[in-house]
């Protein structure tokens, strides 16, 4: 038990590490005019991470479970309770694929420079894609159950090592110079 609130704590730590670092960047670019748009691909990676983070610790998800399955006793829908499930769920993640993919369309030239960034993310989606088909009651086995936040992990330290490096500017030529912090 308490080895397991340790590895959120240290999730929680790599998620406003990776937030803050991301800001750090967001700062650099956004000074810069030829920049913008890099520097609002920092800003909303760092909010995305922030906002991941928080949740991991707060448990934001609890409370709006908890309301829907109030909500459900009150209006005696128990008898289609999977069906509700897997239309919150499917909402949910196909928000978040139209999403991802609008903000994947934006920024694909920033991709482009920081491919590990998507990667990153992709990680991290998976991670979540494995946690809602739990939450749906799809079994799965218990040494995969158990190590899933390795996912989560592996993709805070490749948004991590992204972030942590100096800054590159690509200039309107294509040329690359690197910066010092």
């Given at each position: 038990?308490h080895?397991?609130?340790l590895?959120e ?30 520097g ?7 909010s995305i ?9 707060a ?29 919150f ?8 694929f139209?999403?991802a993919g ?54 805070l330290l490749?948004?991590?090592i992204?972030v ?18």
């Amino acid at each position: 038990m308490h080895s397991k609130i340790l590895v959120e704590w240290c999730i929680f730590f790599l998620y406003m590490l990776a937030s803050g670092l991301s800001v750090r960047r967001w700062r650099y670019f956004n000074l810069r005019s030829d920049f913008r748009s890099e520097g609002w691909f920092w800003l909303l990676l760092a909010s995305i991470l922030l906002v991941f983070g928080i949740n991991k610790i707060a448990d934001l998800q609890t409370f709006v479970l908890s309301s829907l399955r109030s909500m459900a006793l009150v209006f005696n829908l128990a008898q289609i309770k999977l069906t509700l499930k897997m239309a919150f769920v499917g909402a949910i993640l196909g928000g978040s694929f139209l999403s991802a993919g609008w903000l994947i369309w934006q920024f694909r030239i920033l991709f482009r420079r920081y491919p590990f960034v998507l990667l990153g993310l992709a990680s991290l989606a998976g991670y979540y894609l494995v946690r809602a088909a739990d939450f749906l009651g799809l079994a799965m086995p218990i040494p995969l159950a158990s190590r899933i936040w390795v996912l989560e992990v592996v993709g805070l330290l490749i948004l991590l090592i992204v972030v942590w490096r100096n800054p590159i500017h690509f200039g309107r030529d294509g040329e690359i110079s690197r910066t010092k912090r």
